[in-house]
């Protein structure tokens, strides 16, 4: 047997079929090749807001649009009482590592319980008002546990620290239904949560006044048990909340829970200042229980005085001065540690970090970085720098430096002040980039799930408000990394108001850091946002910016998904986008299609009047809608001004092109007829001596004359000054006639004195300008306003015997500053 390759008869087995290929994979391959890390997926999840369908996208961005059918999420159902156990459970905060800490007891607190159950047991809601430290959450424990069967729906418990009542609404919704990825809209809500029976207990309860009146209304069926600081807002004056204050411990009870920190009893020194420490915090359990913490460092310091020197304890004191510094005796044990002053009893945190070991107080200048907000204990290894740091949660929290807040901790009432005089927030800045980098690598990992995302929102929104505004390096754009990826975790884990907190630090720091791209994002996000939510004005604002900075950063992707949601927008508001501009993509079967707009060409016809306004070359004229046409006109023509615009514009300048060509043509075709010896001129008659082959260019077809008229080849003689006339059948002056028969009358050419057929127009001689020598070009007449010489007149033919004779000049033209045009001459 090889010993480098081992068969099965090693391992008992037979050799049977040993080295075949049977099939299966003999050993694991390597996922990836080292040093090569597997590309990951996006996390891109659906919700169903109201009737909405949002796909958030951690990529491209939000996508919102009508919720199809068939793909409507089912009923929300009520949690069964084992699942509201299971679900309280994963939502308290984690049990600190190490050795457990000792439960201590409620004291002095038994009438302020059986009073506020008894309330609860009768339906009535308490305001619960006390100072911080004053055990407040000691007592809406024991509480909630009384009253675990009073109704029908058990004890919710909340968390009131940054909360709105609209996020407690929702939070009470999700607490007693169960309903993934639905979040209904606000009148939905409403009518699940009339219906809700439950205690609901709310920590830290940080509004009150209107907003407490619209929670209370909105769940009758429901008992408040509120727990606030007496400088939160008091309802108003009709609310029918009772009011209970928690006052502190007796001198006493102190004693009692000061020796159930320190685990012994007190010695006449240690008792003599508890006394004075009672009297200066007014009796506060909290600063006794860390009273009880400096005794337990005392105790140690007495036993081994070296105990807290691989903490730094005493780093940069004197050798020497070691334990002069406590004013020690010695005795026969060894060295004697005095007690802590009064003062550092009553502000105990800095004196109580110093004695900890590295990583926990590596951890409080994280805390005082993030205002107060202590991360995970899972996330302290990768900030710290260490791989036990999670450890140092529990030290921090037997210290009495932590209280729970929700599904995590946070520093006391109190510590961050003190921490904060101590030195602990000089390195702020460069801790809270530190921790925003780090989250904005976790909340992006696939792995991370939005529920886990949701319960790290204080400490992520703390690290982008420290960064925004920065003015150190990179604060800005680490903020802006941070709200990138953690934006689309609150946003699928339906904590929405820390959605929007994070979008506007994002906006925010986006717009300082110039990253253009970055806050049209973010506009768009909060345009989503406020859709959802039936903010249309907002919603409106916001998109529009988007749309518009992803217009200059030709960004085609991102405008289209702008322009969908802001046509939502549009229907939802039961109008067009202010401006006449357009509100999106509008679906064919929505709209009628808006009819081209009239093109009016200026052309001389026979009863036209010369134009008295300057500005005669617009062939296209804007026309006014019909008196009658209604709202539905107006949208139409708010359309016409949006979406359609160009291929208005483009059909009209076809138009344009069109009618300038035929005007060049006929202009070109007058000038080479001059030019030949028959050409038109300014009120001069086409002469028909060039030939008759045909009709001249100039000649009007029967479509703009009232009747065909008929030529003749007779040459015309000159006139005087050089000018044509044009013998006529009749020398004799017509009946409207103001002048002899040389001279141009009313239209510029003189009448005949005998009236024609009707319908047959009559040729009569006229007077025109000296024409210019040959081999001249014909100067293009100036347009100007006529002055002397009036329009062109008609005039109506009187009833005798038909003529059939004919003058012998053509038609008679006349041009216009549009071009020239035939006009006949009818006598």
Known sequence: MDSTHRGPEVFGHDNDGYGEDTGRRRSRDPLTEFGQQSPQQARVVQLFPGDFLLTVNPVDGSEVELCPPGEQPATPVRRTPAERTDRDRAAAPPVPPGPPSPQLPLLERAEERERLVRLLARGRSVRLTGPAGSGRTALLNAVAADCADLAPDGVVRLSGHKRTATDLLYGLYEAVFDAPLLRPDRAAL????????????????????????????????????LAATPDIAAPTADSHLEEVFLAGLGRSA????????????????????????????????????????????????????????????FDGRPVDDSFDAFGQDADADGHDVPLPSLGEGAAPAALLASRLSGPARDTLHFAVALGGEVPHQAHLPALVGDTHADAALGELAGCGLLSPAGPRYRLAAGVLAQLEAAGYGEDAADRARTAAQHYAWWSGHP????????????????AMTQLVPGDGAGQTSAAVLLARSAAPAFAAGLHWGGWEKALRLGQEAARIAGEVAEEAYFHHELGVLALCTGNLDR????????????????????????????????DRSGGQVPGGRPSGEVPASRYEESPRPPVAISVSGPKAAPRASEDETALISRVAPAAGTGASGGRKA????????????????????????????????SSSDARDGGGVTTEQPADEGDGDSGLPADE???ASTPGKGSSSGSPSSPGPSGSRITPSGSGAPSTGSTGPSDSPSSSGRPSTGRPSTPGTPTKSPTKSPTKPPTGTPTPTPTPTEPTESPSPTETEPEPTTPDTSVSASGPSTTTSESGTTAEPTVA
């Not at 209304?217 to 048990?225: G, H, I, R």
């Not at 409106?540 to 518009?548: D, T, V």
Request: net charge negative; glycine share 10%.
């Open 254 to 313: 102190s004693v009692d829970l000061l020796e159930q920190v320190v685990e012994r009893s007190l010695t006449e020194d240690e008792a003599n200042w508890a006394g004075d420490l009672w009297f200066e915090s007014e009796g506060l359990p909290l600063r006794f229980v860390q009273a009880g913490a400096l005794l337990r460092q005392r105790d140690m310091l007495r036993t081994d005085p070296t105990a807290y020197d691989e903490h730094g304890y």
């Open 700 to 702: 009007p077809t029967d």
């Open 638 to 669: 708010a359309l016409l001004g949006g979406a359609r615009r160009n291929l208005v514009a483009a059909g009209a300048g076809v138009a344009l092109v069109a009618v300038l060509g035929t005007v060049v043509t006929l202009g070109m075709t």
């Open 447 to 462: 792995s991370v799930t939005p529920a886990r995302a949701v319960a790290e929102a204080d400490a992520i929104i703390a």
């Open 190 to 225: 409403l009518e699940k949560v009339r219906g809700i029976g439950a205690v609901v207990v709310i920590d830290d309860l940080e509004f009150g006044g209107a907003a407490l009146e619209e929670l209370l209304d909105a769940t009758p069926e429901c008992a408040f048990l």
């Open 539 to 570: 919603a409106r604002a916001e998109l529009e910016a988007s749309i518009g900075m992803r217009g200059a950063l030709a960004d085609k992707s991102g405008a289209v998904a702008g322009r969908r949601a802001l046509a939502l927008v549009a």
